[in-house]
């Protein structure tokens, strides 16, 4: 074995060795020469050889993406269609200036401020992108990626980045695979390779010698970025992080372009919308202006600034902050969402589907009875730590035996003060438990009847084996759900008797199941058999067996989980259990969380889905009352998913299996579980729960309602200011002043010196007390609705009637006549003053007013939105030092404001305020006596 062994050897710097040299020589050595080929044994490594390999060859893990370089990101933000539009006219203005005779300095004024405008947006854009991207990368690192390690012969859980070469790592259905590595041994493992390949077909493997072929389908490797889709394995790690195939493959160079959710798709249309209609009022003022005597020039130049002012600019990077808002805040309440586009999907939510173990349970398992030999026993104790007694412990162990030796779980005692906790399955975790309490010794066990072989458990068949070789030969433990287990039964142990399993003793067996069921147990059988070979197909291993008995295991409810659930039935959202666990357990869980409500909920079990046709089943869905999905399988759950959608229903999905993949790419919304999760799922997933917790789904679909209520509510905030703007403007102009009430730099200043702040500041809302208390949104309504837009039109029409009002009332107020009217007339200058700080004063108050939508903002607290009150501090400030300071009035040809007109402005500018206030009331009204009336007619 000399020359492998040199192949081996780590060359390089940084870790960095040939992983097709040592790919290719591992693959040709037996399972027993692998470990010494790489310096390692069946015991793993040792916690110090694995620090020196890695100080000495680097973490397992490859170079991050390479952003972009940081002024190609800025040089992106002038190309878009808004910043090159605004540049073409910053440039035509500033070519008017030099043609206009004599030269006009608000001209110029007027093409530094619309650069101003581009340089000021982008500048933003790009602090938004940067920013969210590194949200991202936050979020990414966050979701868990273990793996499990021998290290000094003891199972541990590391983080996958701590993987050196020859580490010896235990692999599972739905586990990553973090490095690449050899098989030393394989139960009826399949991974999937489409990660190096791009072939989605799982492909068996085993841990034989292999000779021929590239090395990417060496039938005993597996390799980093594939997933393990079902058996189990053992395997020796050979190439860690760059020297990984994936490693060497993939260039990752390029981050994966970000793509624009509806959302965004929706408001970028809009605003290319709005500036259609910038550039057809700004026509329509230049051909009304013209024949008025104004310039050719001048009436250009203020038409075109116009335009520039009612293109909503700042929009699409205020939608961006909202949604990354939304997306922290849920990533603080233990969600975390990949993906912007969940953040929308979780607001229109209509369905939730969810698993029970761990999602509405704590997942904290423990035996509390087992039946055997025809005689309930008692266990007690509470959760992993292996203290607690049997009643009667001598004929219970026969089955616990069984159960114990068909388990890969391990318990793991206490650390810092901590409780005892299980490294794999939970449920297996707590029959070692019961099988220490009534005083199994399992190494004893394991030594006296090593494992040779394993059927791994999956959901489809709900049974897991092992074979054992011992004294007398091999035998067989197989444990698994009751019903399955019978099935392949054909005897049963009774007080050490075995005796043939008749009719009756099978439905006293299922009578007993139940009765554990109906009290939401977890309920698991153990069988055995003996065997004449240590390797019979898996049919031989589950048939002609002997029953042992039963185990029932509780599994609390989370306490929050009641709650969250009632929450989301009074926000208009089904919540529906789908499990593989029994009926009655599953029914009797759902009680307790409130799932089920009314005294006969539908239940319907895998093998009744099995008969339904598509139409069937969408006529069971249709029902509206509390439903249970039992007994069912992954490809079951996806079933349900799909014919959730055909109704048009915006479905959340939650799923913790490798086989739950498909399901969750399906879903509107795939939730997948941070901590006990599988690695596939989480990858399948948008959103992953870093605790599990149902309560999570129903806090994160809050919080996306919310974000779209505000991305809804500074939408109102932009578009009404822009009809303030506008209404003096059009008025004037057919009024026939010469004038404008308010010129396109003020207007400007406007949208970039007070509207900005606000408008962020109302996309960061917190939820509306009452943002639970109404049905989902509809998946087909615009952002845009007839509600939104009759809200933009009665706010900023009302700032317009007072815009107008101000202006003439000040002008008329002089008596001179309009046509004296010059730029320099002092009134004129005054009055454009109070225009301004005007729209600036009532723009505070409709942000206000826009914080709520039927709630009083009295209510709501005017003063709970601090960064909103900043913002309009420091929109007053501006204001006031365009108005003061006679740099800014040059700049703008503004004036001083008396203290008496202020006092008038702040009048007029919370008349918007007071009839939105007036207009909730009367919705809140409309609402209650409806409430009464169908109260009444109940
Ligand atoms: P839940 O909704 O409670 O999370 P599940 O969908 O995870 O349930 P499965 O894990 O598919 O359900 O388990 C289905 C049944 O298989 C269980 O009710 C139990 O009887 C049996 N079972 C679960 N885990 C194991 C295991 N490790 N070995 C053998 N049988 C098991």
Known sequence: MAAPTDVLTPGGSGGETSGDADGLAIRTLPPTDVYSALDTSPRGLTTEAADTRLRRFGSN????????????????????????????????????YTLQEPRDPG????????LAVVVLNASIGFAQEYSAERTAESLQAMVPHTCRVLRDAVLRELPARELVRGDVVILE?????????????????????????????????????DQQGPVLE?????????????????????????????????????????????????????????????????????????????????AFVFALGVMVALVPEGLPATLSVSLAIGVRRMARRHALVK???????????????????????????????????????????????????????????????????????RLVPPSDGGRWHVLGDTTEGALLVAAAKAGLDRAAEEAAAPRVGEHPFDSVRKLMSTVHSGDHGYHACVKGAPQELLERCTAIDRQGEVIALTDALRAEVMTVNDELATQGLRVLAAARRELSGPHPDRDTVESGLTFLGLVGMLDPPRPEVREAVAACHRAGIRVVMVTGDHPLTAEAVARRVGIVRHSAPTVVTGARLNELDDDALDGLLAGQGDLLLCRVSPEHKMRVVTAFQRRLEVVAVTGDGANDAPALKHADIGVAMGASGTDVAREAAVMVLLDDSFASIATAVRLGRSVYQNIRKFLVYVFSSNIGELGPIIAATFAGFPLVPISAVQILAIDLGSDVLPALALGAERPEDDVMDRPPRSRHERLFSAAVMGRILFLGGIQALCGCAVFFWHVNGSGIPFSHFTEDNAVYREAITLVQAGIVISQFFIALTLRTERESVFRAGLLSNPWLLAAGGIGLVWMSGISYWPLLQNVFNTAPIAVTDWAVLAVLGVLPLAADEARKWSLRRRHSSRTVEQGGKR
């Open 107 to 114: 001209t110029l004024q007027l093409a530094v401020a619309i």
């Open 339 to 409: 993906q912007l586009l969940a953040v929308e999907a979780l607001g229109s939510t209509t369905v939730v589907c969810t698993d029970k173990t761990g999602t509405l349970t704590q997942a904290e398992m423990t035996v509390v009875q087992v039946w055997a030999g025809g005689v309930m026993h008692t266990v007690s104790g509470v959760g992993y730590e292996p203290a607690g007694e049997v009643t009667d412990p001598e004929p219970v162990r026969a089955a616990l035996r069984a159960a114990a030796l068909c388990s890969n779980a």
């Open 173 to 209: 259905a739905g586990d990553a695979v973090s490095a690449d590595c050899r098989l030393v041994e394989a139960h009826d493992i399949t991974v999937n390779n489409a990660a190096i390949t791009g072939e989605s077909d799982a492909v068996g493997r085993g841990h034989e010698p």
């Open 61 to 96: 893990e490859l170079p991050r993406a390479a952003h972009p370089a940081m002024w190609r990101q800025l040089a992106a933000q002038f190309t878009d269609l808004f910043a090159v539009v605004l540049l073409v006219a910053s440039a035509i203005t500033a070519l008017a």
């Open 218 to 298: 060496a039938r005993n490797c597996l390799f980093m970025g594939t997933d393990v889709v079902a058996g189990t394995a053992k395997a020796v790690v050979f190439a860690t992080g760059r020297s990984t195939e994936f490693g060497r493959i993939f260039q990752l160079t390029a981050a994966a372009p970000r793509q624009k959710t509806p959302l965004q798709h929706q408001v970028a249309s809009m605003a290319r919308r709005v500036a259609g209609a910038a550039l057809a009022v700004g026509s329509l003022l230049f051909a009304v202006r013209l024949p008025a005597g104004q310039d050719l020039v001048s």
